[in-house]
């Protein structure tokens, strides 16, 4: 064990040189953290909500990209705005349209996956403010490689039908 209090003023620049000696041992065998964080491979564009008068559910739209190598999987969706955020899609079967929850929504690698009316939508239930046309509200969508996109989305009104 060092004693460092014995140290006289000579003696100081051997603590100095051990300290830096320690500090570049360190550095060399801990990666820097802009190295080590991975880069966000899916993006989230154009989202918007399309908003149904009284307590009636709101839709949810948008574009996903993804830029890996890797498929993902939109796995949920979460927002402060609504009570319940549900992944769903319309399937029409011998003329009539019904939506059905489904628990993931896949993009493929080096490509997108689109959320639109009549297709893939993120279904709002519950507001627990009144949502109106105009306002923007956030929304961070889950992907089944960890990754989490916070987006703004743009509140339209129910005749709207993109973005």
């Known amino acids: 064990m060092v004693n460092f209090e014995s140290y006289t003023s000579s003696g100081s620049k051997a603590v100095k040189h051990v300290s830096r000696t320690l500090v570049i041992a360190l550095l060399c065998c ?12 899916v993006a989230v564009s154009g989202c918007w909500i399309r908003t ?16 890996s190598d890797q498929a993902v999987n939109l796995v949920g969706v979460a927002t402060d ?21 489904v628990k993931q929504v896949p993009v493929p690698a080096h490509g997108t996956s689109n959320f639109a009316p009549g297709k893939y939508h993120v279904m709002l239930e519950k507001p627990k403010k009144p949502v109106k046309p105009g306002m923007t509200l956030p929304m ?11 987006v703004e989305c743009k509140v339209k009104d129910p005749s709207a039908i993109s973005y």
Not at 87 to 100: A, D, P, Q, R
């Open 81 to 101: 705005a609504f009570g319940m955020a549900m992944l769903h899609e319309t399937e029409n079967k011998n003329g009539m349209s019904s939506m059905v929850r």
């Open 30 to 41: 801990v990666p820097p953290v802009a190295l080590a964080a991975q880069p966000a491979s």
């Open 52 to 67: 149904l008068p009284g307590d009636l559910p709101s839709g949810a739209y948008f574009k996903m990209t993804n830029s």
């Open 140 to 150: 961070t969508f889950v992907f089944s490689n960890s990754q989490k996109v916070a």
